[in-house]
């Protein structure tokens, strides 16, 4: 269902966007900032990507499971 894709695209963002932050705040060192504009971006993009791979496959296995 279209709202289990989305809520489970939330919440892997919203994890994802933590531990990005923090990842590159003590593994490179970078400033605050930079972190966490570096966590906002590439998240959104992973859980677009999320998203995608998940319609995909219930798309697939709706068409199959139709055959």
Known sequence: KMGDS??????????HFMIAV?????????????????AIVEPILNAIWLYTLHKLYF?????????
């Open 6 to 15: 989305l809520l489970l695209t939330m919440i892997y963002t919203i994890g």
């Open 22 to 38: 923090a990842c590159v705040y003590f593994i490179t060192g970078a400033p605050l900032e930079l972190a966490t504009i570096d």
């Open 59 to 67: 798309r697939n296995k709706l068409k199959i499971s139709n055959k």
